[in-house]
């Protein structure tokens, strides 16, 4: 039996790294090979590439709204990052940006955890 094709989705993909400065470009560069090798075996192009640096989370969560009205225009498909920490603070404040992505009509993907889904359905 043969695999279905996933259609190719388009992604930004945002790095994140804890390090101390003078490290962080060398964890980048890490971290970006770890994500592209995960999208060419998953069929994602990678649309833009953007890094946070040493910023802290305040800054992070304005660079994931940013990204937010992007995908929302049609500018990408979704969102895509090595693990859910390099946006969020933790368990709640993840599902909250996953549910973010989703209702902009987007996909959330992470190399650690796979395409990641609300199975919600809203009535009414």
């Known amino acids: 039996m043969s695999k279905k094709k996933r259609k190719k989705l388009r992604c ?58 992007k995908i929302r225009t049609g500018e990408a498909e979704g969102l895509l990052l090595a693990s859910m920490g390099a946006v969020s603070s933790d368990e709640v404040d993840a599902y909250r940006k996953v549910g973010m992505i989703h209702a902009a009509g987007g996909q959330m993907v992470t190399v650690d955890e796979g395409f990641l889904d609300l199975k919600i359905k809203m009535v009414g």
Do not use: D, M
């Open 12 to 69: 930004f993909v945002y790095l994140s790294t804890q390090a101390e400065e003078w490290l962080v470009e060398e964890k980048e560069r890490k971290q970006l090979r770890y994500i592209r090798e995960y999208a060419k075996a998953h069929n994602i192009e990678i649309v833009k590439v953007f890094r946070k640096g040493t910023l802290g989370q305040h800054e992070v969560n304005r660079h994931f709204n940013a990204l937010l009205v």
